[in-house]
């Protein structure tokens, strides 16, 4: 009798015992799809630019895991015991112990959310005409980096421009190539190693400890600072603990401290990772640093004890710190992500393998082959999605790399992405079911999509607002 039990459950089919969240739902936001030619008109008004839709017009929200997380019932307990003082707000110091616990730096800066503390990183510590290599780009990272003159190298390892590639670090530095650039332009001409635990444009991809290491040894050799973008470390951790030896034993916690310990100071995103709606910060080991950037946050953000945030928003980020950092919330996440990847490729749709921490990357170009990348496949698969169902993702091809600020042409990216990014504690498993048959059904008709091409296109960062029409 045993022997014809038909496997159901995903514990069953894995061979083990289920698990689930380690949380309960205590209160529920209602959803609904609007029908398809409401969908055909919103997409129209929204110029095929997904971050042009109305939310209520969304009916599952996989346009980003930035400050979309559900908090718990404890951040919002730590919401009402804000200490909105201008100045030496109690928030302040909670949040600051926390990142000195978890994290391991000395001081720390908040910021209004993770591109504050890339502006301010960037003015401190790059010269016009100095270089910044780092393991592939990030949109607002690259562009600030740009904009206090420096110029963005990527020494990512060939593997990460491969969708197909199973390499299990596929976030690693390539150490020739960073080599290659020091010998090139001179190590005093490079501002520092700019980091990306996970990297989000490859997949969401990890770096590992062993690499790690090695790029602070060379970078250590010729005096070069490293800088880590610590907004999905707790996720990159995970992958550690997974992938890599001798680390099967140790907890995410432990692994994430470690990982922060070679490195000399890290710019956060608190809304991914630290669960919160809004924040950010930034923390270095340098005194002379610390001083200069708690100086800048002043003129940009706000006072060195809030920067730009509420106290209440500090708690809630303190808080989440600690949560964050839990072994059994950062299974669940990840494993949320990865079953969705798991029924994906189970039916044979490209998207980035292996699966990464905070997202499943579709590979438009593999999607639409009839169409050039000229016309923007990644951004066509957005709006075949959210037609067909009402599921939001976003562009991460060609319209994000935007133009090279030397030629003023397209970049042209290896990796034409589309990415259904999943919040952290917001959707069930019933969601994940809804969204892989919708990518299955747009899969399907594929062939018939037609190309767009972009009518409008802002300056900077273009794929937040550029404008789109069928070609
Ligand atoms: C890897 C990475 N770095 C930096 C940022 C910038 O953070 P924020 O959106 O909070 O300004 C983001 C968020 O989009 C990100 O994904």
């Known amino acids: 009798m045993k022997d014809t039990i038909i496997p159901q459950t995903i514990g069953q089919q894995m061979g083990r015992r289920s698990w689930a969240e380690p949380w309960k739902i205590k209160m529920v936001e ?52 804000g200490d909105e003082a201008y100045a030496g707000s109690r928030n302040f110091y909670h949040l600051e112990e926390a990142v000195q616990k978890y994290y391991g730096y000395k001081y720390l800066v908040p910021t209004h959310q993770g591109r504050g503390a890339e502006h301010l990183l960037s003015q401190a510590t790059i010269k016009p005409g100095q270089y910044i290599p780092g393991n592939m780009y990030f949109t607002t990272t690259r562009l600030h980096q740009e904009l206090a003159g420096g110029k963005f190298v990527d020494v990512i390892i060939d593997e990460a421009h491969d969708p197909a590639d199973m390499h299990p670090f596929k976030g690693n530095v390539d150490l020739d190539k960073l080599q290659a650039l020091i010998d090139r332009v001179g190590s005093e001409n490079i501002a520092y190693l700019s980091l990306a635990g996970t990297v989000n444009m490859a997949g969401g991809q990890p770096v590992s400890m062993e690499n790690l290491r090695a790029v602070r040894q060379l970078c250590q050799r010729y005096g070069i600072r490293l800088f880590l973008d610590a907004t999905r470390m707790v996720e990159n951790a995970f992958f550690i603990q997974e992938r890599e030896e001798g680390y099967q034993n140790k907890s995410i916690a432990e692994i994430l401290k470690e990982f922060c310990a070679h490195t000399d100071g890290a710019w956060m995103s608190a809304k991914k990772d630290n669960l919160v709606n809004i924040g950010g910060w930034l923390a270095v080991n340098d005194e002379n640093l610390f001083e200069e950037l708690r100086n800048m946050v002043i003129i940009y953000e706000g006072l060195h004890t809030y920067g730009g945030l509420a106290g209440r928003d500090m708690e809630a980020i303190a808080i989440g710190i600690v949560e964050s950092v839990q072994d059994d919330h950062v299974r669940s996440r990840v494993g949320q992500v990865r079953y969705l990847g798991d029924l994906l490729t189970s039916w044979g749709i490209p998207i980035v393998q292996p699966v990464g921490g905070h997202a499943i990357f579709a ?18 698969l957005a709006a075949e999605l959210y037609l067909d169902s009402g599921i939001r993702s976003m562009e991460r091809g060609v319209v994000s790399a935007g133009r090279d600020p030397e030629t003023g042409d397209h970049r042209y990216p290896r990796l034409e992405l589309t990415r259904l990014t999943i919040p952290r504690r917001v959707y069930t498993q019933a969601h994940m079911d809804v969204v892989a048959e919708s990518v299955k059904a747009v899969y399907d008709q594929a062939p018939k999509a037609r190309g767009l091409k972009m009518v409008f296109e802002p300056k900077y960062l273009r794929f937040f607002q550029a404008k789109f029409e069928p070609v």
């Open 30 to 81: 209602p959803i609904d799809m609007i029908d398809h030619s409401q969908r055909q008109k919103a997409l129209e008004e929204a110029g095929y630019n997904t971050f042009l839709l109305r939310s209520e017009d969304v009916y599952i929200d996989l346009l980003t895991d930035s400050g979309t997380s559900a908090m718990s019932d404890r951040q919002w307990a730590g919401m009402m015991l």
């Open 363 to 380: 590979d438009a170009r593999r999607f639409y082959t009839h169409l050039p990348q000229s016309q923007f496949p990644a951004q066509v």
